[in-house]
């Protein structure tokens, strides 16, 4: 059991990566607060699901371009002081949504520029972060202290949304917009006390011409271009999320709660893999990992399809409020999909950190932010589209497939992904 368990050799080795991993679970959850309760603060002043779907409008597009721009600003400069300055900033933005709760200032336009200049701060100081990490703990515990991270994500995903519909039916939204000003400036401590961290190697001031050089870096390295390439076809093909509230209302039944269960299920699994990803540790062909747990997302997305399709058919009716039986295999095949995801990223972010020279490492952690935030977006929209003539069922089938195929034709074409080995990273 032990070596099924997460290696926290990370966490004792380094003292540097214990107080950023700590800091960061704290925020992580205290994030998710802000954004399930600004989420629902501008339905409550608004009536109108349009106007929390807009919301990702307003984040979306600055952390796209602060996530690129960020990026070639981490490669130039000392990244302790990016991480640290890109931080407060991100405390100031949520104090002042904490304040506009206290004041009562009740305005939708100021929560989407608040949102907008915190998705900002937040494009460069992911990408920050992520290119410390590689500085703080040797090579060999990349996979370790990816899977740690899966672990706190996991559990943010799991428990912020779940806290904050709590804590807004019962404190309101000033007191829980505050619990993320406090759960953050532990964060903000723990990058306080990093050593200085300037970038190795030669620097040139951040501008356009950096950002396109690390694309032009990216364009030659066709192993870490595939780590891009795979996970956009994985989150625009087999992406379920926008299916689930159909699936919840009519298809399965039960309403709000099956689709808290399905999106838990999810979060549970990635949770799942950072606490058993002790065997992680000890794979070398990452490339070949991250191609099979793609194909397993894709099979899990298919699964969870399959299971929607056979609930349609049922002569058993979906019944509002009502949960069906049919959760329990839905949600199964749920948290299959966020094992696999998980291992993908875990694999994923380790290639790019190790393959990467550490004068490039921020701004392609930045492509990474941007893929990452951006994929499931596509997703979203591709699969909304094709439920309305497919159905909630067979789309999440036909993308879960075609995830599969599109994956294993690529590699056929890239045949060199599946021979990457760690012991000798080959961008």
């Not at 390295?221 to 992406?239: E, G, K, S, V, Y």
């Not at 699964?303 to 329990?328: C, K, R």
């Not at 995801?341 to 490492?361: G, Y």
Request: with cysteine; glycine share 12%; aromatic share 8%.
């Amino acid at each position: 059991m032990p070596r099924l368990l997460a290696d926290i050799t990370p966490l004792k080795e380094s003292p540097a990566f214990r107080r950023l991993y700590l800091g960061t679970a704290l925020s992580a959850i205290g994030t998710q607060l802000t954004i399930v309760a600004v989420s629902l603060q501008i339905y409550a002043l608004t009536q109108s699901t349009l106007s929390v779907g807009l919301l990702s409008l307003f984040a979306l597009v600055p952390l796209v371009v602060a996530g690129l721009y960020g990026g070639a600003i981490a490669d130039a400069l000392d990244r302790r002081k990016v991480a640290l300055w890109s931080g407060v900033a991100l405390w100031g933005t949520t104090t002042a949504i904490a304040l506009q709760a206290w004041l009562g200032v009740d305005s939708v336009g100021l929560l989407y520029a608040l949102i907008a200049v915190q998705s900002g701060a937040a494009g460069i100081n992911q990408p920050t972060r992520s290119s410390i990490i590689p500085r703080l703990v040797r090579p060999a515990l990349l996979p370790a202290a990816n899977a740690l991270s899966m672990i706190t994500f996991g559990l943010a995903f799991t428990i912020g949304p779940l806290l904050a519909g709590v804590l807004v039916a019962q404190v309101g939204y000033a007191w829980t917009y505050t619990v993320d000003v406090v759960t953050f400036t532990f964060a903000l401590w723990a990058v306080y006390r990093l050593p200085p961290l300037p970038p190795e190697g030669p620097t040139r001031r951040a501008g356009l011409a950096t950002v396109l050089e690390g694309f032009r870096f990216l364009g030659t390295r066709p192993n870490i271009r595939m780590t891009f390439i795979l996970d956009l076809i994985a989150m625009i093909t087999a992406q379920p999320r926008a299916l689930l509230p159909a699936v919840g209302a009519v298809l399965i039944g039960g309403g709000e709660l099956t689709v808290g269960i399905l999106l838990a299920s999810g979060a549970f699994g990635s949770v799942l893999a950072g606490l058993f990803s002790g065997p992680l540790g000890h794979i070398h062909r990452q490339g070949q990992a991250v191609i099979w747990s793609i194909v397993g997302w894709g099979a899990s997305v298919a699964g969870f399809g399959a299971v929607v399709v056979m609930a349609g058919s049922s002569s058993l009716p979906a019944v509002e409020g009502d949960l069906s039986p049919w959760v329990l295999p839905a949600a199964a095949c749920l948290i299959l999909a966020g094992i696999a995801d998980s291992i993908s990223s875990v694999f994923r972010n380790t290639i790019l950190q190790s393959a990467t020279p550490d004068a490039m490492r921020g701004r392609l952690q930045g492509v990474f932010i941007v893929v990452v935030a951006g994929g499931p977006r596509l997703g979203d929209m591709v699969a909304g589209g094709q439920a309305a003539w497919l159905g909630e069922g067979w789309t999440a089938v036909v993308g879960g497939l075609a995830c599969i195929v599109l994956v294993l034709a690529l590699v056929r074409w890239q045949p060199g992904f599946s021979r990457y080995d760690s012991r000798q990273p080959e961008p």
